[in-house]
């Protein structure tokens, strides 16, 4: 049995860091916004080529932080001040000054789990089924090769004019990446989309 | 790779982190091949003797949990001996690891990608090894819950106000932490696993393919995607360093908070934070020196890593001396006739043996690093790392022990002798650790394999460019199309 295939996106590939920088800079400026580049580690200045907004894995560390010393806080005041209050040395249930060392770890802790977490979620990650990794070139992203890839969802995408401009961009190939799509699914997606092939 | 595309970094006065001319795909090879290839024969011995080790720790724990703590050799007034020493000790030497990965990241110290990956994977065993300590120690191991803030049948809480729950805290987040920044820091080098595995054949390719990609989490080295993570790493690196400063800090409360002469002073959280980094980079040096040998890794951990942890370690061996002196003349001038005798006791006591050795081990041995040639010996580097792990094992078994043997009243006076079990459970948790250090170098990248490339020339993107600029100065004809 045939699957059947629709087109995923384009993928371009160069041999330095260089090249793709300025490919990503001419793909942003064509209009594209449905595009990537993928690179072994991450390129200076890359960033602003893309002209990719602030990260916001900072807020969510931030509020992630924020809930960690407060609820250590909260959990001390209550088990020690009010539920059981513990008469150690004479000392009150509660104080601030000794608790400050857990609040802290507690802080940490969370702000921690926010920080990764919070990077998964925004990068939508985990994800092991992404088209680029239908094509065999795109193996050597993890290695020592440089990637431009244009999503076919772009609403700019068309496969001779995307293709004509990345082949202009200094890229050693430029290959078109499909993925197999179910058979029920196939019909809707393809009539939909209108570049089903 | 032509002359030209070097001239920028020389002219500017920098230093190659790796081999010069070292490409990506070198970096790839050199660290993956380690754990795609067929242990060495070495490898082998090693795990077996480890792993002996590691039985011997479990049998050890086994007899202790059967018959009670009462098989150490712990009693009035040594309540606290070799556990704690061992627990202190091991936290100590992970918290080198933390130091390589974040603070030396803030500090934007590019040379620490060469060994962070390593040093982050021996914090998270020594970790485990510390745990250990506090876990078996509490008698009646079944009820170790009860440190936790968890609703037990008597309705009782932990009680916050003491610094040993707070250690609790400490360590357990910096476990967590610790482990969540080593896995961050892999994702992108699995997803390198993974790709390097589509084209193996058989079993070990499938088997390869399925962890690696598993826990790859999917990473294609999206753009969009190193933004966030790179924020994320400069956040967990930025969480880490005032982490690693608290969990010392937290540790020395353990004893700095009790009225004891001998512990009852304010140097101890920066005492012990120094010393904590000093005996962890002896621990990296040690294993560095070791599988950058034996695994042919001279071309990305070279001699310049090397002598930079020795700098380090003579600035934290210093300190640490500093501190031993300070100590004395805060007994002195203090007035205080309990704390005096304590620091004579200490020196000039039963356990002189110990203090000399630590001074000898701690204050004495790093000296050599003053010169040159002795820093950069790998020998020399080698011996006197062994030597400072020794020293700041004797350094906290001295606190511990010299402070705690001879009470207020003559009549309370002892001298702590430890049993087989005692020997037989630190020397288990040594195997433990090189167990799993022995299985992270065959199965993990060793070596932070993105991190190192970014930081090679070529990683720059203006790299080319400024050959191309050069090329153009040295009137040199270009190609057509270029």
Known sequence: MMTKKRTALLLAKYDTPGQVLHAAEKVRKAGYTKYDVHSPFPIHGMDAAMGLPDSRVGWIVFFSGLTGVSGAYLMMWWMGGVDYPLVVGGKPGFTLPSSVPIMFELMVLLSAFGALFGMLHLNRLPRHHHPVFESETFRSATDDKFFVSIEAEDPKFDVAETKALLEGTHAVVVELVEEPVEEEHAQEHGADEGYHL | ?482
């Open chain 2, 1 to 482: 790779m032509s002359a030209n595309e070097k001239a920028p970094i020389k002219a500017i006065g920098e230093v190659y982190l790796t081999k010069e001319g070292m490409t990506f795909h070198e970096v790839s090879e050199v660290v993956c091949k380690v754990t795609e290839n067929k242990a060495p024969r070495n490898w082998w011995i090693a795990f077996f003797i480890a792993s002996s080790f590691t039985g011997v720790l479990g049998a050890a724990i086994g007899y202790l949990f059967w018959q009670g703590v009462g098989v150490w050799g712990n009693n009035a007034p040594v309540y606290w001996a070799w556990d704690i020493t061992n627990f202190v000790w091991w936290i100590g030497i992970g918290h080198a690891g933390t130091l390589i990965s974040a603070v030396l990241f803030i500090f934007r110290q590019k040379w620490r990608t060469g060994i962070n990956r390593a040093a982050e994977a021996m914090t998270i065993f020594a970790v485990i090894c510390a745990l250990m300590f506090p876990g078996i120690h509490v008698g009646r191991v079944w009820f170790a819950y009860y440190m936790f803030p968890f609703p037990n049948q008597m309705a009782l809480w932990p009680n916050f106000k003491s610094p040993l729950i707070w250690d609790l805290f400490a360590v357990s987040t910096y476990f967590t932490v610790s482990l969540l920044f080593w896995y961050s820091g892999l994702i992108p080098d699995l997803a390198l696993l993974r790709d390097r595995a589509m084209g193996m054949l058989g079993r070990v390719g499938k088997i390869r393919r399925t962890v690696y990609g598993a826990l790859a989490l999917g990473w294609r080295g999206s753009n969009r995607h190193w933004q966030n993570y790179e924020r994320m790493y400069l956040i967990l690196a930025a969480l880490s360093t005032p982490l690693v400063l608290s969990v010392h800090s937290v540790v020395s409360f353990d004893f700095a908070t009790s009225v004891l002469p001998g512990w009852h002073t304010t140097i101890f959280p920066p005492y012990f934070v120094a010393g904590a980094i000093f005996s962890g980079f002896a621990m990296v040096m040690t294993l560095t020196v070791i599988t950058r040998a034996v695994y042919g890794m001279k071309s990305v951990i070279t001699i310049r890593h090397l002598e930079l942890m020795n700098k380090i370690m003579l600035l934290t061996g210093s300190l640490v001396g500093y501190a031993y002196a300070m100590e004395f003349f805060i007994a002195a001038y203090s007035g205080n006739p309990y704390e005096k005798y304590v620091f004579m006791n200490r020196a000039f006591g039963p356990y002189k043996w110990a203090y000399w050795t630590m001074i000898t081990c701690n204050v004495i041995s790093p000296q050599l690093f003053w010169f040159k040639r002795l820093r950069t010996s790998i020998p020399v580097m080698f011996a006197v790392s062994i030597v400072i792990n020794i020293g700041m094992w004797f350094e906290r078994f001295v606190i511990i022990v010299t402070s705690l043997h001879r009470d207020f009243l003559p009549s309370s006076w002892g001298y702590y002798r430890p049993t087989l079990v005692d020997v037989a459970i630190y020397s288990g948790t040594l195997g433990f650790f090189f167990t799993c250090f022995l299985l992270f170098i065959r199965w993990v990248p060793m070596v932070a394999i993105a991190e190192v490339k970014g930081v090679l020339p070529e990683a720059d993107p203006h790299a080319a460019e400024e050959t191309h600029d050069a090329k153009l100065e040295d009137g040199a004809a270009l190609a057509p199309g270029e």
